[in-house]
C-alpha cells in the first residue's frame, strides 16, 4: 500500500516555470534596442563646421575694401604696413590667409639665427601646405606653376607662356608679382608676326623687377621684340635660359 503512494509525482509545480519562461523584461529589451539618442548623433554627423572651405576666401578680393587693400599691397610692395593691415582684416572674416601674411612678415623681420625662426617656419609651412591650391586659385588655373611667397604674397611666379597670357589680369591683381620666370614661349600659340615673345613683352610689366625665359628657343622676331620693348624693366633684365 506504500507503493500505491505515487501521485507525489505530481511535478506542476516544475513545470510551472512561466515566470522562467516570462522574461519580458530580458526580451524586451526596449532600451537597448532603442539607441536613436546614440545612432542619431547630428552633432558628430554635421561636420560642416569642421569642412570650412566657405570660411575660406580665396585671396581673390570679395569685397570692394578687400580689392583697394590688394591694390595698396601691389602698388607699394617693400611696404609692409597694408600687408599687416590687410592681414587683420582677413584675420577678421576668418581667413587663415591672414595668419599666414601676420607671421610672414613677423619671420621677414627676424635676423638670421634667431630662436624663434624654426617655430615660425613650422607655423608658415603648415599653413602653406594646407592652403596653397585655394591661394593659387587667385591666380587661375596654371599646370605646373611655381609660386613664391615671400611675406605672404607670391612675389616670383614661373609658369608656361601660354598661361601668363591666358591669366595675366587675374595674376597680377591678385598678388604683387616682381619676378616672372616664363616658360616654353616657343610653344605658345599666340604671336605677333612671327613672335611669340612680342605678345609677353606687350602685358602690364612695369612693376616686375626680373623677368627671366626658360625652356625655350628664341628666334630673331623675339630679340626684336626685346629691342622695342617699351617696358624698360623687361628690357634690361630680360634673358633666355
Not at 580689392?67 to 597694408?82: C, E, G, S, T
Not at 584675420?91 to 634667431?114: H, W
Not at 608656361?160 to 619676378?179: R, T
Amino acid at each position: 500500500m506504500a507503493k500505491a503512494k505515487k501521485p507525489v509525482a505530481k511535478k506542476p509545480a516544475a513545470a510551472k516555470k512561466p515566470a522562467a519562461a516570462n522574461k519580458p523584461a530580458t526580451a524586451n529589451k526596449p532600451a537597448a534596442a532603442n539607441k536613436p539618442a546614440a545612432a542619431n548623433k547630428p552633432a558628430a554627423a554635421r561636420k560642416p563646421a569642421a569642412n570650412k572651405p566657405a570660411a575660406t576666401p580665396s585671396v581673390a578680393p570679395t569685397s570692394d575694401r578687400q580689392a583697394q587693400f590688394l591694390a595698396d599691397i601691389i602698388a607699394n610692395i617693400d611696404d609692409k604696413r597694408p600687408r599687416l593691415v590687410y592681414a587683420d582684416l582677413l584675420q577678421d572674416l576668418g581667413d587663415p590667409r591672414g595668419e599666414f601674411i601676420a607671421l610672414a612678415c613677423a619671420r621677414a623681420d627676424l635676423p638670421e639665427g634667431d630662436s624663434r625662426i624654426i617655430e615660425l617656419d613650422g607655423q608658415i609651412d603648415a599653413l602653406l601646405k594646407k592652403h596653397k591650391k585655394t591661394w593659387a586659385a587667385a591666380c587661375g588655373e596654371n599646370k605646373g606653376a611655381r609660386y613664391e611667397y615671400r611675406r605672404g604674397f607670391v612675389e616670383k611666379i614661373s609658369l608656361d607662356a601660354k598661361d601668363l597670357l591666358a591669366n595675366a589680369d587675374k595674376i597680377f591683381a591678385a598678388e604683387p608679382i616682381e619676378e616672372l620666370n616664363v616658360w616654353k614661349i616657343d610653344e605658345s600659340p599666340t604671336k605677333r608676326g612671327k613672335s611669340r615673345l612680342a605678345p609677353i613683352l606687350e602685358l602690364p610689366l612695369h612693376r616686375i623687377r626680373r623677368l627671366s625665359l626658360a625652356r625655350c628657343k628664341l628666334v630673331k622676331e623675339d630679340f626684336e621684340a626685346i629691342a622695342s620693348a617699351t617696358t624698360e624693366v623687361a628690357l634690361a633684365s630680360a634673358s633666355a635660359m
